[in-house]
């Protein structure tokens, strides 16, 4: 289970949960600098993005999935967009450079049926936009929220070509 199931409350400025009212208080790039629970998700976010790189890279590499090659690499340069954006998030709201950890490369296919490593992808890519989604939540800056919401909008589209090829492997 992710850590990102558990809300801290630290943008709720005395506000009620149920008021519909404007405050003069906002959220400053300074606040979400000092949540560590919000950094720290980035970064878990960041592992996901290089794990579905890595799921991606694999399934290029088998020879029994040649022919739909391409919309895997679509989705593999999704991913390098979306690590790229959510370097960039950690920048906006820390003014650091995120390091750059790197997943294991492995060349080899670990699965040896191809319906079932395009079915752990699958798994993998609908829990991401499960994990993006509640982070979109835990941000209330609309800048920050585009980047999330556009990576949302990818992940789903990457769930809806694996179940197509899911489909068509099995």
Do not use: W
Not at 88 to 94: D, T
Not at 110 to 138: G, H, P, V, W, Y
């Amino acid at each position: 289970m992710y850590p990102y199931r558990c809300n801290t409350g630290l943008y709720q400025k005395n506000t009620a949960i149920n008021s519909r009212e404007n405050t003069n208080t906002s959220v400053t790039k300074q606040d979400l600098s000092q949540d560590k629970r919000l950094l720290e998700l980035l970064n878990i976010a960041q592992q996901e993005i290089q794990q579905s790189m890595q799921s991606y890279s694999n399934l290029m590499q088998n020879n029994a999935i040649k022919n739909d090659t391409e919309l895997l690499r679509n989705a593999y340069l999704d991913e390098i967009k979306h690590l790229q954006q959510l370097r960039e998030m950690l920048y906006i709201i820390s003014g650091e450079t995120p390091s750059t950890n790197t997943v294991n490369q492995t060349s080899a296919m670990t699965e040896n049926n191809i319906a079932s490593a395009i079915e752990k992808t699958l798994m993998q890519e609908m829990e991401q936009t499960d994990f993006f989604r509640e982070l979109l939540l835990c941000i209330p800056q609309t800048d920050l929220r585009d980047i999330l919401f556009e990576i949302i909008t990818d992940k789903q589209d990457h769930c809806i070509r694996l179940c197509f090829l899911f489909t068509k492997y099995q």
